[in-house]
């Protein structure tokens, strides 16, 4: 089903508004990705012009800065997300995502729906 990035065709009080313009093909949106704790798996998708953008699916590995050098750690599980209660209980791994790793507690600070890669910072 698409999703449209435009304003709401009904007022507060129920009532409707009238269109200014017809839907355009930039007003298009995508669903959540939902990426989530699991064995690696990217997808890239078509993106405005000849762009592309690469989301993460699953994945077991969070880079993290250890000692002045950077590191693929495994994720061991999610112990909490700011966003929402249920992405915990669900392994959604999204921006301030709090997981679990050899090294310590690790937030993530990329946005791996977005960016392709979850990279994150000890706070512990």
Wanted: aromatic residues 4%; proline residues 4%; positive net charge.
């Amino acid at each position: 089903m698409a999703v449209r990035h435009d304003r709401s065709m009904t007022k507060k009080s129920g009532g409707r508004k009238r269109p200014y313009r017809k839907s355009r093909k930039y007003d298009l949106g995508d669903e959540f990705s939902e990426p989530e704790l699991g064995e690696q798996r990217i997808e890239t998708k078509d993106s405005r012009g000849t762009e592309s953008k690469t989301t993460v699916r699953r994945e077991s590995r969070v880079n993290v800065p250890v000692d002045g050098e950077v590191q693929g750690v495994e994720i061991q599980s999610v112990d909490d997300n700011p966003a929402n209660d249920n992405f915990v209980r669900r392994s959604l791994l999204t921006k301030g995502t709090v997981v679990s790793t050899q090294e310590g507690k690790v937030r993530v600070t990329s946005r791996p729906g977005q960016d392709g890669v979850v990279n994150g910072v000890l706070i512990e």
